[in-house]
T-cell receptor
Framework: DAGITQSPRHKVTETGTPVTLRCHQTENHRYMYWYRQDPGHGLRLIHY???????DKGEVSDGYSVSRSKTEDFLLTLESATSSQTSVYFC????????????FGPGTRLTVT | AQSVTQLDSHVSVSEGTPVLLRCNYSSSYSPSLFWYVQHPNKGLQLLLKYTSAATLVKGINGFEAEFKKSETSFHLTKPSAHMSDAAEYFC?????????????FGAGTRLFVKA
């Protein structure tokens, strides 16, 4: 298995509080991604990074921000959590875009009450 | 614009019978296509990928998929289902254009395998 960990694995938080999810990789892959998974929607890309300090938006980026200060870490922040952000969040890594397969972390289940 | 349609939200087969999971896509460029599998409470695992080489792609655990450009399809098949194949399967299209690259997941097909 690719060396990808996510923390925390489960979190319950209240509406309006900030939340940060962490993705850590040991594969030295250039690309990192954050997805959310909701029933009936598959996975939807929130943000991705193509290098240290290089990030871009995905299709559902509103309400989320990311940072990547080191190759191995990619942080996802919900500045003010809302109930619509209750979801399972997956981090993924790849050696490049488009034609490269992605390797997924185990996921973080976030509940916003 | 890219899109992916998995034609069945649920498929049920008996153990030992063939599996067919259907996927249609649209893409303006030359896409890469993937199938991923997700077992309950797990992350996703790559089954196979197509990147403009052979149109018949073989993957892990006996799965294969055929890229048919004329039909814009990338259906996943397996000759004989095993109980351990019960999972959710995602078809994915990815390509790169002037706006950057995009990866779109289908909504998923849940495969049930009956003993």
């Amino acid at each position: 298995d690719a060396g990808i960990t996510q923390s925390p694995r489960h979190k319950v938080t209240e509406t309006g509080t900030p939340v940060t999810l962490r993705c850590h990789q040991t594969e030295n892959h250039r690309y990192m991604y954050w997805y959310r998974q909701d029933p009936g929607h598959g996975l939807r890309l929130i943000h991705y990074s193509y290098g240290v300090k290089d990030t871009d938006k995905g299709e559902v980026s509103d309400g989320y921000s990311v940072s990547r200060s080191k190759t191995e870490d990619f942080l996802l922040t919900l500045e003010s959590a809302t109930s619509s952000q209750t979801s399972v969040y997956f981090c993924a890594i790849s050696g490049g875009p488009s034609t490269y397969e992605q390797y997924f972390g185990p996921g973080t289940r976030l509940t916003v009450t | 614009a890219q899109s992916v349609t998995q034609l069945d939200s649920h498929v049920s087969v008996s153990e030992g019978t063939p599996v067919l999971l259907r996927c249609n896509y649209s893409s303006s460029y030359s896409p890469s296509l993937f199938w991923y599998v997700q077992h309950p409470n797990k992350g996703l695992q790559l089954l196979l990928k197509y990147t403009s080489a052979a149109t018949l792609v073989k993957g892990i655990n006996g799965f294969e998929a055929e890229f048919k450009k004329s039909e814009t399809s990338f259906h996943l098949t397996k000759p004989s289902a095993h109980m351990s194949d019960a999972a959710e399967y995602f078809c994915v299209v990815s390509d790169q254009d002037t706006g950057g690259f995009k990866t779109i997941f289908g909504a998923g097909t849940r495969l049930f395998v009956k003993a």
